[in-house]
């Protein structure tokens, strides 16, 4: 008869759909700005990174908490904007943090270098919405007279303003939107210069490819190109920061050997704990003549051997009287039970005659046994012992 329902097939492929809708569904949000180089994200900077290598540019990501710039490079420092409070003021906790790279960004650029600053809101999933949802804001460009249609965020969230280390800085707007307000501000500040933008959403993965953001952005990053070689990304600027140690400091090749020299130690200590040289000989343990019966007897009774038994007490016997009454091996049975007692003289023989009855029980040969022991120990007596060390000797 023929199966109806569905096959196990089919719902292994429907709980595949279910992971990969749900995997699809995460990538498309982030609750906060994360602005990664190599985050694939809504909020990562990816595609535009991207971007910029194929334009020839290189592209260099920094994770330290202070910048690292060489001449000639352009630092690229996003500023994560906390949400104002109900009284208007940005959360301490965030300002903190942050103060310390932007106390070096800002020293950096008094020092002659030169940077471009981007703020994100800090709740990117509320920012992105109302960037989805309000229409390009058009920029134009003071210095060529170009326009831009350019993704933005609400207008009502926080906007960055430069720190007390900065704030001798000369102004000069750039780029204006419609309403004449600054966009993109250039800051003299000693003897470097900084572009500062008025939101930099547009440069995330989830807007580059809306109204003109990759063109603008480029033009922008081109502006500062045209004198300087390289793009350094300061991740630290967000608080993605990594300050490597002394050995990642010195080179690849220093964490290699660091890494080399824990296996070598790791093998040193295994080995140490081992022992060399010949291995120590087994003491057996030393079993008594006891035991030893024990084992021969249940060996005996499991094969129902008697006749095996009779057979070995009768010899045993024999010679132990042999020896006593100091008769050759050779010499007859007549020649022994004439030198022996009577009673002596039936044990053994019924000892013998039940060693050749094949249908002997296990308790009557025990019982010749028995009285044959009993009767050689008053013969013989206590020397029995002494009598078969010396038989032994002789053998």
């Known amino acids: 008869m023929k199966k109806t329902g569905i096959s196990p097939i089919a719902w292994v492929l429907v709980g595949l759909l279910a992971i990969a809708s749900g995997l699809i569904s995460l990538g498309q949000q982030d609750q906060t700005a994360d602005p990664q180089v190599e985050s694939f994200g809504p909020s990562g900077v990816s595609a535009f990174a991207e971007l910029l290598r194929q334009k020839g540019v290189p592209v260099v990501i920094n994770r330290r908490s202070k910048p690292m710039i060489e001449n000639g490079d352009i630092a690229v420092a996003f500023k994560i904007l906390s949400p104002p409070d109900t009284f208007g003021v940005a959360a301490a906790s965030d300002e903190v943090k942050e103060d310390?790279?932007?106390?070096?960004?800002?020293?950096?650029?008094?020092?002659?270098?030169?940077?471009?600053?981007?703020?994100?809101?800090?709740?990117?999933?509320?920012?992105?919405?109302?960037?989805?949802?309000?229409?390009?804001?058009?920029?134009?460009?003071l210095g060529t007279g170009e326009h831009f249609q350019i993704s933005t965020s609400s207008t009502e969230t926080a906007s960055y303003s430069l720190p007390t280390s900065a704030e001798k800085a000369v102004r000069m707007g750039m780029w204006t939107d419609n309403n004449d307000g600054p966009f993109?501000?250039?800051?003299?500040?000693?003897?470097?210069?900084?572009?500062?933008?008025?939101?930099?959403?547009?440069?995330?993965?989830?807007?580059?490819?809306?109204?003109?953001?990759?063109?603008?952005?480029?033009?922008?990053?081109?502006?500062?190109?045209?004198?300087?070689?390289?793009?350094?990304?300061?991740?630290?600027?967000?608080?993605?920061?990594?300050?490597?140690?002394?050995v990642e400091a010195i080179g690849p090749w220093a964490n290699a050997a660091w890494q080399q020299l824990i296996f070598l130690g790791v093998v040193v200590v295994y080995t140490l704990g081992k022992r060399f040289g010949t291995p120590d000989e087994p003491r057996p343990e030393q079993r008594g003549s006891r035991e030893l019966l024990d084992a021969i007897g249940d060996t005996f009774r499991r094969a129902k051997s008697a006749q095996t038994a009779l057979k070995s007490a009768l010899a045993a016997a024999d010679a132990d009287l042999r020896i006593v009454l100091k008769l050759p091996k050779d010499a007859s049975r007549a020649e022994r039970d004439r030198l022996i007692p009577e009673t002596l003289q039936n044990a053994?023989?019924?000892?013998?005659?039940?060693?050749?009855?094949?249908?002997?029980?296990?308790?009557?040969?025990?019982?010749?046994?028995?009285?044959?022991?009993?009767?050689?120990?008053?013969?013989?007596?206590?020397?029995?012992?002494?009598?078969?060390?010396?038989?032994?000797?002789?053998?």
Not at 103 to 126: C, H, M, N, R, S
Not at 199 to 213: A, L, W
Not at 362 to 369: K, M
């Open 348 to 395: 053994l023989t019924r000892l013998q005659a039940a060693s050749e009855y094949p249908k002997v029980t296990s308790e009557d040969a025990l019982d010749l046994i028995i009285k044959a022991e009993q009767e050689m120990e008053t013969f013989i007596g206590p020397n029995r012992a002494k009598l078969r060390s010396l038989a032994k000797l002789r053998t």
């Open 100 to 141: 310390r790279f932007e106390t070096a960004f800002w020293k950096f650029i008094k020092d002659g270098g030169v940077g471009i600053v981007l703020p994100l809101q800090k709740d990117y999933l509320e920012a992105s919405r109302s960037g989805k949802s309000a229409a390009g804001q058009t920029i134009t460009d």
């Open 184 to 246: 993109v501000s250039a800051y003299r500040l000693g003897k470097g210069s900084a572009l500062v933008i008025h939101d930099g959403i547009g440069i995330t993965n989830r807007f580059i490819d809306s109204y003109d953001n990759a063109k603008a952005f480029s033009s922008l990053f081109s502006i500062l190109l045209k004198s300087h070689k390289r793009v350094v990304f300061e991740e630290g600027s967000f608080g993605h920061v990594h300050d490597p140690g002394i």
